[in-house]
């Protein structure tokens, strides 16, 4: 956590402030660009500029002809602040007045200065260009020492640090809750379109460029990485977004639901936020396809699953990264939410293998892959770490496409038998 301070403390929407280090690192390694304040000659200056973070340090490029970076040569170094925002979303309220917008956004304070050593210049110079596509460094010509000349770093320590943000729905006041006019929120996120190769490129677009999740030119669009909203009588599948985070960590806030998994119990909404947003950056890199779960007599956000290890090549993928509010255990919601995906896996997508890991120790989740009708096939043995730090024995279970049909028989007629439950 940062600590608090008289510039990053707030002085009004105090919840929606949070000091929390692994939410604000999160914000600044997804965007791409970012707002430099400073003062010259007693005038307030703005300034767009590229950034790029390598631990506790935010780096920022220019030019060395620049006015902030003409400022910072000294050894007091530049005064600065930088601001970062992510727009993830329009709220549109039945009133004017509750118009919002969801967002994240960093603030940092501090002193700025030059980077001055060729070898620290270029590693930071490298460290940007990771940023727009890993493996674009080895894939481009490094620059020269007259280029690095005439481009400018400032670096900036992390330490006055403050990330505010706002998510979820419409906080309509109650009396306009019954005003006919539509309320709800449109999401927004950045996403890159299809390469436009420079003439003359005569070399494929690199696998870094390509659209995500994909290992290949021909599996652009593939929907083995889409998300696609899944519905059932117990349960509702929807993309997972930056604005289920508020709900999910309210739905979830017990240290039985984390005992077992990759992540230590949210503290606050914030850690939540970050949770979901290293999910959502995982599905940029193609390494996973996380849904949201809703409780469909409800309409409460639950939990959270997710498709990975995503192989159409060979037609096999991994349900996993799940975890569901305790109050809907046992509810039909879990085992509706298997089902959905596996019907997907098998009979949309066309998969031969759908594979389950969990913890050794997680007796709970195995006893529930086997009643999904799954196969267990060994133990891997040191697999993964643990948040506390120890190493993980993998239990690993599968079920292959013949006996799928089998297991969709059994699942349909165990929740033809179980009534749809959920908090009203």
């Known amino acids: 956590m940062y600590a608090p301070t008289a510039r990053t403390t707030a ?6 402030m949070s000091y ?7 914000v600044l390694d997804e965007a791409y660009h970012c707002v430099l304040g400073f003062v010259v000659d007693g005038e307030p200056r703005l300034l767009p500029t590229l950034h790029v973070r390598v631990g506790d340090t935010l780096y920022l490029h220019g030019s060395t002809g620049s006015r902030p970076l003409l400022a910072a040569r000294g050894d007091a170094g530049l005064p600065v602040c930088v601001t970062v925002t992510l727009l993830d979303g329009l709220v549109y309220a039945r009133s004017q007045f509750h118009h919002s917008a969801n967002y994240r956004s960093v603030v940092a304070h501090g002193t700025a200065h030059l980077v001055t050593t060729e070898h620290d210049k270029r590693s930071a110079m490298t460290a940007l260009v990771e940023k727009v596509g890993a493996g674009r460094a080895a894939d481009s010509r490094p620059p020269t020492r007259r280029e690095l000349a005439e481009t400018a770093v400032l670096a900036l320590p992390l330490r006055e640090v403050s990330v505010r943000a706002r998510t979820g729905r419409v906080r309509d006041d109650p009396a306009d809750l019954d005003l006919p006019h539509w309320a709800g929120v449109v999401p927004l996120r950045l996403t890159a379109g299809p390469p436009e190769p420079d003439a003359g490129v005569a070399v494929p677009v690199p696998a870094y460029l390509r659209p995500t999740g994909s290992p290949g030119p021909d599996s652009a669009g593939s929907p083995w990485w889409q998300p696609v909203p899944l519905r059932g009588a117990h349960v509702l599948l929807e993309p997972l977004a930056l604005a289920h985070a508020d709900e999910l960590f309210t739905a979830t806030a017990e240290p039985e639901v984390w005992a077992h998994l990759g992540h230590p119990l949210p503290a606050d909404p914030a850690a939540m ?36 290890e995503v192989d159409p090549e060979q037609r096999c993928v991994a349900v996993g990264h799940t975890w569901l509010g305790r109050p809907w255990w046992r509810s039909g919601i879990n085992t509706e939410a298997k089902l959905l995906l596996l019907t997907r896996a098998f009979d949309e997508l066309g998969a031969v293998r759908v594979v389950w890991h969990t913890d050794i120790r997680n007796t709970r989740s195995q006893a529930a892959i086997e009643r999904l009708g799954a196969t267990r096939e060994g133990v891997l043995r040191m697999h993964r770490r643990r948040p506390d730090g120890s190493w993980r024995d993998t239990a690993q279970y599968a079920m292959t496409v013949d006996e799928w049909p089998n297991a969709q028989a059994r699942l349909r007629e165990k929740l033809r038998r179980t009534t749809p439950v959920g908090r009203g």
């Open 20 to 26: 929390d280090r692994a939410a604000a690192h999160a």
């Open 11 to 16: 002085s009004r929407s105090r919840d929606r």
């Open 273 to 308: 936020r970050a949770i979901v947003t290293a999910a959502l950056a995982a599905r940029q890199r193609g390494e996973r396809v996380p849904w949201v779960q809703r409780c469909a007599r409800t309409g409460a956000v639950v939990g959270s699953t997710s498709y990975y």
